[in-house]
């Protein structure tokens, strides 16, 4: 899916990845960007049509699609991340919050555009997932659930979407140093390197990509041998 003369929807596109996809993508010489945040007022970067988005809203959601009928990529990027885990106080009304947002908004975006892309050619979407898709601390345990829910979904939409010309690609990666991640000490990539490699990725018709060297050492454990073998 080649970026030049592309239409390019991008969610929470005010700050973080999100603007630095909607930067990347006129650098590659996109047609049009659709920078979408719950205040569009807050997209300041020229060269994009801000748009009102909460996607957490279906009205809202319906509205965007209906007005940007032209898009050929769906980036999902808008998300949330608070610290805790399953046990801390509170964490039920948590998980709500980040599964409204990091699971239900995706899901109800590509319901809406699935329809648009298939118009356009089939184009491609792309959800922002994380390194927290296959690994769960306490410090973000209920946003690494609803990361690894979120990764399902996108596992699942590649298949409904593959007949339609679709590519669908998930982008994981560990801490970028965005506003989400100001309180944690840790390594961070900074938000430029992730969208660079992400769309490199999309560009050369991947599935998914593994955005740092932590990320990827955790995917490849997942296909480890277990310790403990039981035999019936």
């Given at each position: 899916m080649e970026l030049r003369n592309a239409v390019v929807f991008i969610t929470g596109a005010n700050r973080g990845l999100g603007l630095a996809f909607a930067r990347e993508a006129l650098e590659r010489g996109a047609r049009k960007v659709y920078a979408a945040a719950r205040d569009p007022s807050a997209v300041r970067l020229a060269g994009v049509e801000p748009i009102k988005l909460d996607v957490t809203r279906p009205d809202e959601v319906a509205a965007a699609a209906a007005h940007a009928r032209d898009v050929t990529v769906l980036i999902n990027n808008a998300g949330i991340a608070a610290t805790g885990g399953f046990l801390a106080p509170g964490s039920a009304d948590s998980a709500r919050r980040h599964l409204e947002t990091n699971l239900i908004g995706p899901l109800l975006t590509a319901q809406a555009f699935a329809p648009v892309l298939a118009a356009n050619g089939g184009g491609a979407l792309l959800n922002v997932l994380s390194i927290a898709s296959w690994i769960n601390r306490p410090l973000l345990g209920v946003y690494g659930m609803s990361k690894s829910a979120a990764w399902a979904l996108t596992n699942g939409l590649r298949h409904e979407l593959r007949e339609q010309g679709t590519q669908v690609l998930g982008l994981h990666m560990g801490f970028v140093d965005t506003d989400l991640t100001r309180g944690i000490?840790?390594?961070?990539?900074?938000?430029?390197?992730?969208?660079?490699?992400?769309?490199?990725?999309?560009?050369?018709?991947?599935?998914?990509?593994?955005?740092?060297?932590?990320?990827?050492?955790?995917?490849?454990?997942?296909?480890?041998?277990?310790?403990?073998?039981?035999?019936?």
């Open positions: 000490d840790a390594p961070k990539a900074t938000p430029q390197a992730i969208v660079r490699l992400a769309l490199d990725g999309l560009e050369a018709g991947a599935e998914e990509v593994l955005a740092d060297e932590a990320t990827l050492q955790v995917k490849q454990g997942l296909s480890a041998s277990p310790s403990i073998y039981l035999q019936a």
